[in-house]
């Protein structure tokens, strides 16, 4: 989903808005949050929430009071404080209601924790310095590389995010081991003439702020909806019956895919009326071993010892009836008593050609026999009254 700004031009390429995040018709933005509670009315005896969510450069966001005078509305520029002097200019994303939920959901409590103020309205010219800061911080992330490869720290700059009022910018950064950056701030300091910060990130969040399309075709979860990153172990993937193979498994931060946690607990509970894969049948014909299982269809695959060729396809029912005739010391005569018949439809049509979709010729034009046998009278006609 884009904005008006975002969509295509008269070529056919996209034009793009260059807001990063920060769009003021919230079409485009990270991490967006639909308040369902907009169309709602409160209580009589219940007052307003002066408080409301802006939004900064990609999905850094944060949570502002703000006087009943300003009444700011989704999408409206504001300037903000900041700790440390200065200003900062954000656009709100999140107003109303749905702002109790937000803070719950983050275990901010506003009567116990002191939330920084909105100073007012974003005017014309402030609005303009902060494009005219946010225009520099490409070239300024090119010149910052530089100086750390010149000092041969081993750091990568990711991302820079520059203040509202251009007298600051924040430097993210991941780093294996711990960076002594003393030299480098006071280098770039004298080269850009503003104050720096430096900010550690790992590696789930340098690609949620960067962003980029997964190998399932979609933009990455973690630049569009996910919030918090919860560790993810391999594990997960034994799970689900995957192949641990790092390079299917690693997204593009290079840690285990995040979806690999999304549909695991669905997996538990299914294989909780599954017997454990080393558990052994026994039989009167011999030891029957697990070679495959399938969750979805609810089957087993065992052989006997010795016969690995041989695949008997068992029910998880059936399999359990054997555990537990086992357990019971009742005799199993054989697994080909408890496989299931699969019985496969002769009349059933699994596929038919309705408009001609599997013909390559379908397209072209018809060709009328009558027109050669016309021809071909016409011909013979001829030839008979020379």
Known sequence: MSCQSCGTGSSGTPRG????????????????????????QLPGDQQPLHIAEVRFKNSRKQFYHFDESDSPTVGTAVVTEVEGGGYDVGRVSLVGELIRFQLKKKKIDPDKVSLPKIIRLATDQDIATWQQARDREATV????????LRLQLQMKLSDVEFQGDGKKATFYYTAEQRIDFRQLIKDMAKAFGIRIEMRQIGLRQE?????????????????????????????????????????KLSGQ???????????????????????KAETKLYTEKGVALCQKMDIFKGVLWYTYKGEWMNWYELSVEAANEIIAKNKAKEPV?????????????????????V????????????????????????????????
């Open 17 to 40: 808005c260059k807001n990063n995040g920060t769009c003021g018709s919230d079409g485009c933005n990270k991490l967006t949050v639909f308040d369902w509670l907009s169309n709602m």
């Open 141 to 148: 992330q090119v010149r910052a590389r530089e100086l750390a």
């Open 207 to 247: 690609a949620s702020r960067l962003g980029g399309v997964g190998s399932c075709g979609r933009e990455l979860c973690c630049s569009t909806w996910l919030t918090d990153f919860r560790s993810v172990s391999t594990a997960a993937a034994r799970y689900q019956q995957l192949s641990l193979n790092p390079i």
């Open 253 to 275: 931060c290079g840690k285990l895919k995040c979806c690999l946690n999304f549909e695991l607990d669905a997996y538990r509970a299914a294989l909780k009326e599954f017997p």
């Open 333 to 353: 005569s054989c697994l080909e008593d408890y496989t299931e018949e699969q019985t496969v439809a002769t009349n059933e049509t699994l596929f038919e050609n």
């Open 355 to 386: 408009v001609g979709q599997d013909s390559l010729n379908r397209f072209d034009r018809a060709r009328n026999p009558r027109k050669k046998q016309n021809k071909r009278r016409r011909n013979h006609a001829k030839k008979n009254a020379k």
